[in-house]
């Protein structure tokens, strides 16, 4: 795939490069008169308005496991991948109206901070080592990988490694500065991804119009979609039987029908959005009204996500299928989906391919940027300030988080250099989900029960995080081989290696319940009530009628979006 940028195009990149870094820069300055505190460098306490929290934690979650796992994904399954985004607006409510309060009256800066308050040291120690390794290993290597990937072969030329280590000193450029920085640079970031995103997918739209004789209208492509590939626009998939082809299977596997929404997907979006400080931290720093505010505008923002994400790999599979995507097949002559969205990029005008380069890149960076910020807080604060250094000063504890950052994007570009992960055989969006959903069940267990319930126990906090883990890795690798393929709990399939195989959204569901089980299980050996216990009241999830009308237009689209396409 190479189809090198012209002029135009190289002028319209700078010009984003050079505005969001002076921007980012200009914020920096405005604070630089003062000495950063923690609290300020880490959360950009009080600074963040209602607008600049929800286009942040979009921003920072609309990455290359997006642009180019989601799309790939729209390329092999379609609309059913939306799943992720939509059910993710649901959950955001959910984190707007019942978490939010119990960090905020608790002043919970750091999500190890929360382990810590409401169970103990050892527990908090363990999850802040397991989400370093977490964050540095899966999601920063991740999303390096896929975005040099998509922008090498944009770019042309041996130009991987290249751009893995720019993309790496851009998102270091921006996230030194501090989370004001990340935040405010964050809102520009995201006008430019939704609007060369939204460019890209009209352009895609066109294109399938104009190579089907239809005129050249997004509309009319739009229904050339629906009609040249009717298996790509449905929410649910069926159960596989022994006449389903491995095609269908494999999609089943990615995204089991119905199912899913009875286990893994309010796993993988609870704990991703209510229980990550990578997505959280923008709210911390401010008040409930302002914090819930951000949170549901950024609700809203994931509704259209899948127009950006998604519909660019639907059309490519169908150009694909059409013939039209030949030049973009690999020399072994399979089309790799994680190129889909790249491949659409090489039929944009001059110019417009600059906008949608730069749009891809300020998802990179964002993402890259508000990771290592999350790395940084949490070493910081969780591990350096109370094992290794008490006394560290305010001035001291910024400048190891800055030394955090840049270590941590030096060890992510060590392991992306020559993809020693292996995402690129896994699919980027299905290495992404698949791995964090090994300490999700387990993560979410402790929090919810640590938050609602008022017996859970220190100890049943160790035993739920320990065994979410190792019941996850159980299902997901070995149950078929000792237990079986077919029992009362699952069904497992073979995949295309002939291998049978659990959907990991049901292997996390599994997780899930057997952990909560566990838990509740240990605290009934405890106190009726733990003198560390979460103290609630009905008033603090009160929600005023600005909160309410979001939550209602929210619901609103979503019924529409499920019976459309359901």
């Known amino acids: 795939m190479r189809n090198n940028l012209t002029t135009l195009d190289l002028l319209v990149f700078f010009f984003y490069l050079i505005g969001v870094s002076g921007y980012g820069f200009y914020i920096y300055q405005s604070k630089k008169k003062a000495e950063q505190t923690t609290k300020d460098y880490f959360l950009a306490e009080g600074s963040l308005t209602w607008w600049a929290i929800g286009a942040s934690m979009i921003a920072s979650n609309i990455s290359a496991e997006q642009f180019i796992g989601m799309s790939g994904s729209g390329f092999k399954v379609g609309v059913a ?29 750091t999500m190890p901070q929360f382990l810590e308050q409401r169970y103990n040291s050892t527990l908090s120690l363990i999850m802040s080592i397991f989400w370093l390794f977490l964050y540095v290993l899966v999601n920063l290597t991740s999303i390096l990988y896929l975005g040099a990937l998509a922008l090498s072969n944009l770019v042309g030329g041996d130009s991987f490694h290249v751009i893995i280590v720019l993309l790496a000193l851009f998102a270091l450029l921006i996230s030194i500065g501090g989370m004001k920085v990340v935040g405010y640079t964050d ?86 959005w209510g229980c990550n400080q990578y997505i959280t931290q923008r709210a911390l720093g401010a008040d409930l009204h302002t914090a819930r505010t951000g949170i549901l505008f950024a ?11 998604m519909l660019p790999g639907i059309a490519a599979y169908v150009l694909y299928r059409n013939g039209s995507l030949q030049a973009e097949m690999s020399s072994t002559g399979a089309f790799n989906s994680d190129n889909a969205y790249s491949a659409i990029l090489t039929f944009l005008p001059n110019g417009l391919k600059g906008l949608s380069m730069a749009a891809l890149t300020a998802a990179i960076v964002a993402s890259l940027a508000g990771k290592v910020n999350s790395i940084s807080t949490i070493f910081t604060l969780d591990i350096y300030k109370r094992y290794l250094n008490p006394d560290a000063s305010e001035r001291k504890q910024v400048l190891v988080g800055r030394f955090t950052i840049l270590a941590a994007v030096v060890l992510s570009v060590a392991f992306t250099w020559k993809d020693l992960l292996g995402i690129g055989g896994e699919g980027g969006f ?9 300490i999700s069940p387990g993560i979410l267990a402790v929090f919810l029960l640590g938050m609602f319930w008022k017996r859970t126990t220190a100890t049943a906090g160790i035993v739920g995080i320990l065994a979410g883990f190792a019941l996850s890795v159980f299902f997901n690798n070995y149950a078929p081989a000792v237990l079986g393929p077919e029992t009362l709990l699952y069904t497992a399939f073979r995949n295309s290696a002939g ?19 566990l838990m509740v299980a240990v605290s009934l050996a405890g106190p009726a009530v733990n003198p560390r216990a979460i103290q609630l009241d009905a008033g603090m999830f009160r929600v005023g009628r600005q909160t309410l009308t979001l939550i209602v237009i929210t619901l609103l689209i979503l019924t529409a979006l499920y019976a459309k396409f359901w």
């Open 187 to 272: 809102v520009v970031q995201v006008v430019v991804l939704v609007v060369g995103g939204l460019v890209t997918t009209y352009i895609a739209l066109t294109l399938v119009s104009t190579k089907f004789g239809l005129g050249g209208g997004a509309i009319s492509g739009f229904n050339a979609l629906m009609e040249k590939a009717p298996d790509h626009f449905h929410m649910i998939f069926a159960k596989p039987t022994g006449a389903t082809p491995q095609v269908e299977v494999d999609k089943y596997l990615a995204l089991p029908g119905i199912a899913m929404y009875l286990a893994g997907q309010w796993i993988v979006n609870l704990n991703y």
């Open 299 to 309: 609700g809203i923002l994931k509704l259209m996500m899948p127009v950006i994400v």
């Open 499 to 517: 291998v049978y195989e659990i959907p990991f959204l049901i292997c996390m569901g599994l997780s899930f319940v057997i952990t909560m089980l």
């Open 81 to 109: 991948v939306a799943a992720y985004e939509w059910v993710a607006a649901i959950v955001l409510i959910i984190v707007a109206v019942f978490f939010m309060p119990v960090y905020l009256k608790n002043k919970i800066f």
């Open 430 to 438: 299905q290495f992404i989900q698949k791995y964090t959903g090994f």
